[in-house]
């Protein structure tokens, strides 16, 4: 049952792999396409511009992820540190 879940509902990491899958599987498709109805040519160009835009999306998604990451592995446990802290010191005032 857990298994048939995870299918339905994938957790956010598998989604991006999907994704990303996705993504490639349709450019391969329409460079397939081209390159049946145009030739080489066309097929090339589709084929870079899918890699263009891996690119930019790789230079805008790549710094918010990491940035992301290191916010959570550094604020959060400040921040419950300082919770911590403060419950202690306001159940030490009372």
Known sequence: MRFWQTIKRP???????YFVLAFYLVFGLIAVFAWFEFGRS???Q???LGWDLTTMAGI?????LLVGLLVG???VP???WISRK??????DRD
């Open 73 to 75: 592995l550094i604020a």
């Open 42 to 44: 066309a097929e090339q």
């Open 86 to 91: 403060l419950v202690g010191f306001i159940e």
């Open 46 to 48: 589709v084929v870079e």
């Open 11 to 17: 957790p956010w990491p598998l989604r991006i792999i």
């Open 60 to 64: 805008i998604l790549a710094p918010v």
């Open 78 to 80: 400040v921040h419950r």
